[in-house]
């Protein structure tokens, strides 16, 4: 058979193209099959390529999300810091100790961060507690001295005061509006040396309770915290734990030491309460009803068989009375093991403390409790005192 050329070519050209078609679509099913899907990852595994460089189709949207959310940190940080400031703390000198002469003052480092911008700075008690003297390093090297003008009675806030003005001042946030799972950065005197330094995580839990001692035998009692995963070290007490947008939503405060990463924080509105005592009085007051009390759990219910399994349980602690005399509680009546399940409108719980509630309203309110005495209940009303100096 006499093949004609022109012909043959044209079967010859069309094979090569099918080829080079068939080639190209075998690839891409090869990429596509080796890509990071389901199908992809079945297939690696069963050729034993799971450590192939390959394709992925959602790397582009992978590092957006990353540039993005660095990028909000970097703002936010360059925001905030130059209104974060190191607090030193010394306190008074001892002299002619068993001979020794004069034994250097004690110092203690730690964070605040400028709320007004005359120089009003918040930080927490237990930064300031037992100094004497105190001095501000601002970010930029400034150097100010300090007084302490406020001491919250019943969360660990403080407030000092340098004589500045046209200063930065952070923005204060709704610590009530933030959500488990949520970016956040801690900035801080890490260490007492490195100052302002940046530190990221998320919160990891809300409504928590924690008694953290300063190391010299007090604690302190507090609730309604936020907990969070973002380093908090020696030295970053007092500092603010940020939103991605830059707004302050709480006072770094205490660290688990039998823990990896896990922080606690007073939540912003607490500040905020101080805040506006502080403007109106010139100093921190607090409403005060005077009662010691044990949360109710379940534990405690079974272990002392109680009526209910959430409440406040009043009762004698640190060998001080339930009821401490003269106080709102006890002009109204109220005793020892008198369960307290409501005030106004608000149950008490677990998540919900007596504490907590109490501290929502203002010395000179008056609120109703309700109680449970022999397993009835009843209704009082009392005038919340006040609490603070």
């Given at each position: 058979m006499k093949l004609n050329f022109k012909q043959h070519g044209s079967y010859i050209i069309g094979a090569i193209a099918g080829v080079i078609v068939l080639s190209l679509a075998g690839s891409i099913l090869a990429l596509y099959l080796?890509?990071?899907?389901?199908?992809?990852?079945?297939?690696?595994?069963?050729?034993?390529?799971?450590?192939?460089k390959t394709f992925n189709i959602t790397s582009n949207k992978t590092e957006?999300?990353?540039?993005?959310?660095?990028?909000?940190?970097?703002?936010?940080?360059?925001?905030?810091?130059?209104?974060?400031?190191?607090?030193?703390?010394?306190?008074?000198?001892?002299?002619?100790?068993?001979?020794?002469?004069?034994?250097?003052?004690?110092?203690?480092?730690?964070?605040?961060?400028?709320?007004?911008?005359?120089?009003?700075?918040?930080?927490?008690?237990?930064?300031?507690?037992?100094?004497?003297?105190?001095?501000?390093?601002m970010a930029d090297g400034k150097n100010f001295d300090a007084k302490v003008v406020g001491q919250d009675p019943v969360t660990d806030i403080a407030l000092v005061k340098v004589d500045a003005h046209g200063l930065p001042v952070v923005d204060l946030g709704d610590s009530d509006s933030v959500q488990v799972g949520q970016w956040v950065i801690a900035i801080g005197n890490a260490l007492g040396e490195f100052?302002?330094?940046?530190?990221?995580?998320?919160?990891?839990?809300?409504?928590?309770?924690?008694?953290?001692?300063?190391?010299?035998?007090?604690?302190?009692?507090?609730?309604?915290?936020?907990?969070?995963?973002?380093?908090?070290?020696?030295?970053?007490s007092g500092g603010p734990l940020l939103?991605?947008?830059?707004?302050?939503?709480?006072?770094?405060?205490?660290?688990?030491?039998?823990?990896?990463?896990?922080?606690?924080?007073?939540?912003?509105?607490?500040l905020k309460k101080s805040l506006d005592s502080y403007k109106k009085n010139g100093k921190i007051l607090r409403a005060y009803i005077g009662v010691r009390y044990q949360p109710i759990t379940k534990a405690l219910q079974t272990s002392l068989s109680l009526p209910v399994d959430q409440g406040a349980l009043l009762s004698s602690a640190d060998g001080q009375p339930a009821i401490?005399?003269?106080?709102?509680?006890?002009?109204?009546?109220?005793?020892?093991?008198?369960?307290?399940?409501?005030?106004?409108?608000?149950?008490?719980?677990?998540?919900?403390?007596?504490s907590k509630v109490i501290r929502q309203y203002n010395p000179g309110d008056s609120i109703s409790v309700t109680i449970l005495r022999d397993k009835k209940e009843q209704t009082v009303n009392l005038t919340l005192g006040t609490l603070g100096n």
């Amino acid at each position: 058979m006499k093949l004609n050329f022109k012909q043959h070519g044209s079967y010859i050209i069309g094979a090569i193209a099918g080829v080079i078609v068939l080639s190209l679509a075998g690839s891409i099913l090869a990429l596509y099959l080796l890509s990071a899907t389901p199908t992809g990852e079945a297939i690696r595994s069963h050729l034993g390529l799971n450590d192939l460089k390959t394709f992925n189709i959602t790397s582009n949207k992978t590092e957006k999300l990353v540039v993005e959310e660095s990028s909000a940190i970097i703002d936010a940080s360059k925001n905030v810091s130059p209104a974060v400031v190191s607090i030193t703390s010394t306190g008074k000198a001892v002299r002619n100790v068993f001979g020794f002469g004069t034994i250097e003052a004690p110092k203690t480092s730690g964070t605040g961060f400028i709320v007004t911008s005359d120089g009003l700075i918040a930080t927490n008690k237990h930064v300031i507690s037992g100094g004497d003297t105190y001095s501000v390093t601002m970010a930029d090297g400034k150097n100010f001295d300090a007084k302490v003008v406020g001491q919250d009675p019943v969360t660990d806030i403080a407030l000092v005061k340098v004589d500045a003005h046209g200063l930065p001042v952070v923005d204060l946030g709704d610590s009530d509006s933030v959500q488990v799972g949520q970016w956040v950065i801690a900035i801080g005197n890490a260490l007492g040396e490195f100052q302002n330094t940046v530190t990221v995580g998320v919160i990891s839990g809300l409504n928590r309770q924690a008694n953290p001692s300063d190391g010299q035998g007090q604690t302190e009692n507090l609730d309604g915290l936020i907990q969070t995963d973002a380093a908090i070290n020696p030295g970053n007490s007092g500092g603010p734990l940020l939103t991605l947008k830059g707004q302050v939503i709480g006072i770094n405060t205490a660290i688990a030491g039998d823990a990896q990463n896990l922080g606690f924080v007073i939540p912003s509105n607490e500040l905020k309460k101080s805040l506006d005592s502080y403007k109106k009085n010139g100093k921190i007051l607090r409403a005060y009803i005077g009662v010691r009390y044990q949360p109710i759990t379940k534990a405690l219910q079974t272990s002392l068989s109680l009526p209910v399994d959430q409440g406040a349980l009043l009762s004698s602690a640190d060998g001080q009375p339930a009821i401490a005399a003269d106080s709102p509680a006890d002009k109204a009546g109220l005793k020892a093991n008198d369960i307290i399940i409501r005030v106004d409108k608000n149950d008490i719980n677990e998540t919900n403390p007596l504490s907590k509630v109490i501290r929502q309203y203002n010395p000179g309110d008056s609120i109703s409790v309700t109680i449970l005495r022999d397993k009835k209940e009843q209704t009082v009303n009392l005038t919340l005192g006040t609490l603070g100096n």
